[in-house]
């Protein structure tokens, strides 16, 4: 049996962190068990973009809320911050939050790392070792004490938290390739996908996923298997279809956003497709069609299903979803079996 958790996606590029914080308290109390955000430094359009800092907003929000997962989807914790600043940072939110706290990390990209530090954009393959160094000194200064760390990357001289959790903080990995997939099989306690792509590729990289977890002598059933599912949900299918337009980034290609390091650059690329904007979002007026559509993830093995709406207007996206949708959710998959892993 695959247990199920449905959880919303906090649009930290799209509003401040006040107003944020007042969608992330709804959200728990309409149902949603996790509530996730992005930390970006730099949104990915500039005019109307907003990048509410992720570690005071967390604390914020395990203040304000009472038993939701909280973390992030994702962190980059490798060139803005040095991994023993991460270690620090989340082993004081899971302290004030115990048992609640994730922290989800990814490989970066260059809008949001080249900018705040100016260094030079590594490519994939060392960005991967980087994270892996990362991952692997966070969880020695989590863990251990007096920590002397000479790696490849990074060093530290007898550092110690002082105020760790009693519970482990679990790490999730995001990964949009096999490489990534297989490294978040061997180390991750979760992964993480976004919905939208072909749908031959979730299946690639859940392999990929098991295939690092055996390598690593680990059941791949025990990752948490999480996926960012882009919903525009409303009665009103046109509002539904226009509120996808602030987020037309989100549907370039890797080729046109490659490179892109400024949200002025970046949202000029979007404006020019604001026509296939809707095209990674599940648009729909119809609450049976929309569980039809998010089916698929289930069916492949995802268990852990974030939401995000893209509309201006979230309370009436996060009560037209919780009130049409999510108790459907419930009925279909709450108790399902999945041959996919």
């Known amino acids: 049996m695959t247990t199920m958790r449905y959880g919303y996606k906090a649009s930290a590029e799209q509003f401040g962190p006040r107003e944020l914080l007042e969608y992330a308290k709804l959200a728990e109390e309409l149902g949603l068990e996790t509530i996730a955000i992005s930390d970006h430094f730099q949104p990915w359009r500039h005019k109307g973009g907003h990048t509410p800092a992720v570690f005071p907003w967390l604390g914020a929000v395990g203040e304000n809320t009472s038993n939701a997962l909280i973390g992030t989807s994702v962190l980059t914790p490798t ?8 270690a620090q940072n989340f082993a004081t939110l899971a302290c004030l939050n115990p048992g609640r706290v994730f922290l989800g990390v990814g490989t970066g990209e260059a809008l949001n790392e080249t900018p705040a530090t100016r260094a030079a954009w590594p490519g994939a393959k060392e960005r991967r070792m980087m994270l892996r160094e990362a ?14 760390f000479e790696g490849e990357y990074y060093r530290t001289d007898r550092a110690t938290i002082y105020d760790k959790p009693e519970e482990r903080i679990p790490f999730y990995i995001a990964a949009s390739g096999p490489l990534a997939a297989k490294l978040a099989g061997r180390l991750g306690d979760g992964y993480i996908a976004t919905s939208g792509k072909d749908p031959q ?21 025990q990752i948490d ?47 020019k497709i604001l026509d296939r904007a809707y095209t990674r979002f599940i648009v729909s007026n119809d609450p049976d069609e929309v569980v039809e559509k998010i089916a698929p993830y289930v069916e492949v093995g995802f268990n852990h299903l974030v939401f995000h709406g893209p509309g201006h207007d979230q309370e009436r996206f996060l ?6 949708v999510l108790l459907k959710l419930h009925d279909r998959f709450d108790t399902y079996v999945t041959q996919a892993t």
């Open 225 to 271: 298997k999480l996926i960012e599912i882009k919903v525009s949900y409303d009665q009103d299918v046109e509002y539904a279809k226009e509120a996808c337009n602030f987020w037309a980034p989100l549907a370039l290609t890797p080729e046109e956003k490659s490179g892109i390091d400024d949200a002025t650059e970046m949202e000029a690329a979007a404006d």
């Open 319 to 324: 009560r037209g979803f919780c009130g049409d």
């Open 135 to 148: 991952l692997e000194l966070i969880r020695k200064l989590w863990t251990e004490e007096r920590v002397s």
């Open 201 to 221: 590729l979730y299946l690639d990289l859940l392999a990929a996923l098991k295939q690092g977890a055996e390598a690593a002598g680990r059941e791949v059933d």
């Open 79 to 86: 060139m803005r911050y040095h991994p023993s600043i991460i």
